[in-house]
């Protein structure tokens, strides 16, 4: 892509997905993804009634009055964002492709984070590791990730998501708040994603068009598998035939549903032709609410 529209498609996710981190999803996003652990502030003199438990001996020692340690929340989290760039985003019907969704969701989680003072990071995967951007904070750092997002030329075709696990946990040891986003048109990653859930907060967003939940009645048509290249004839006009498909997506969908349950991972599932903010929204309220 040539530099110039390269920058204007960069300027133009910018502009769209900041506005809504800004107006909608700063306070949502704060309130859903707190800080996991407790950071050391300052040391006051002993009140009675507090913990004795915080008392810190070296300070009363040395000024002979008792003084206690003060504790706030840990602010600051990494996030990650674990991104499938497969053959199998090429594919659209509505409003966006599916590697276009998966860009602004991107971008807005990635501003989201950044007014939250957090650091954020991505692996971008195939059917192999295609690259890793380190967690850092700031505008330039989002708005290369942005640049990679609507750029990078991935050398796989394929899905490998248990790999792409397998990678992040070894990666980033301090414990993350980590966004799986892929339609999950893959098999083989369930134990990658239980040992991934177990050190890191995963939450998982679903990416689907909506001619992959049915097939609509073209008569016999010609479909290609955009990650294998495979071809093969299907007569879409046999109600059967449509039927079949429909009730495989529908037992898919139902197997990832138990997948996340079991592994206590909050979901999204969202569609190529819908306003992604409500199922954020949704998402944001109810980690909230358990938190």
């Given at each position: 892509?040539?530099?110039?529209?390269?920058?204007?498609?960069?300027?133009?996710?910018?502009?769209?997905?900041?506005?809504?981190?800004?107006?909608?999803?700063?306070?949502?996003?704060?309130?859903?993804?707190?800080?996991?652990?407790?950071?050391?502030?300052?040391?006051?003199?002993?009140?009675?009634?507090?913990?004795?438990?915080?008392?810190?001996?070296?300070?009363?020692?040395?000024?002979?009055?008792?003084?206690?340690?003060?504790?706030?929340?840990?602010?600051?989290?990494?996030?990650?964002?674990?991104?499938?760039?497969?053959?199998?985003?090429?594919?659209?019907?509505?409003?966006?492709?599916?590697?276009?969704?998966?860009?602004?969701?991107?971008?807005?989680?990635?501003?989201?984070?950044?007014?939250?003072?957090?650091?954020?990071?991505?692996?971008?995967?195939?059917?192999?590791?295609?690259?890793?951007?380190?967690?850092?904070?700031?505008?330039?750092?989002?708005?290369?990730?942005?640049?990679?997002?609507?750029?990078?030329?991935p050398e796989g075709k394929g899905t490998d998501i248990g790999l792409a696990l397998r990678y992040f946990t070894n990666m980033i040891k301090k414990r993350s708040i980590s966004f799986l986003i892929t339609d999950f048109l893959s098999t083989g990653f369930n134990d990658a994603l239980k040992i991934a859930s177990r050190k890191h907060d995963l939450v998982a967003i679903r990416i689907y068009d909506k001619y992959e939940t049915q097939l609509p009645d073209f008569g016999l048509i010609r479909l290609q598998d955009a990650e294998t290249g495979k071809l093969l004839w299907v007569d879409t006009a046999n109600r059967s035939v449509r039927e079949n498909y429909r009730q495989n997506w529908i037992r898919r969908q139902q197997e990832l549903d138990s997948i996340f349950t079991r592994s206590g991972i909050d979901q999204a599932k969202i569609a190529t032709d819908e306003n992604y903010v409500q199922p954020l929204i949704n998402l944001f309220k109810k980690r909230e609410k358990r938190h």
């Open positions: 892509m040539e530099t110039t529209e390269l920058l204007k498609k960069v300027r133009k996710i910018e502009i769209k997905t900041r506005g809504l981190s800004n107006q909608i999803f700063s306070g949502e996003y704060h309130s859903a993804f707190k800080g996991r652990g407790m950071a050391f502030s300052e040391v006051r003199e002993y009140i009675p009634g507090d913990d004795i438990r915080s008392i810190d001996w070296n300070v009363t020692a040395r000024l002979n009055h008792p003084y206690v340690k003060i504790f706030e929340e840990e602010r600051e989290l990494t996030v990650m964002l674990l991104v499938d760039i497969s053959a199998s985003g090429d594919f659209g019907t509505k409003k966006l492709f599916k590697r276009e969704l998966i860009t602004e969701l991107c971008a807005v989680l990635s501003f989201s984070a950044i007014q939250n003072n957090d650091k954020i990071g991505i692996i971008f995967f195939t059917d192999r590791i295609e690259k890793f951007i380190p967690p850092k904070k700031g505008k330039s750092h989002i708005l290369r990730i942005i640049r990679e997002l609507i750029d990078f030329q």
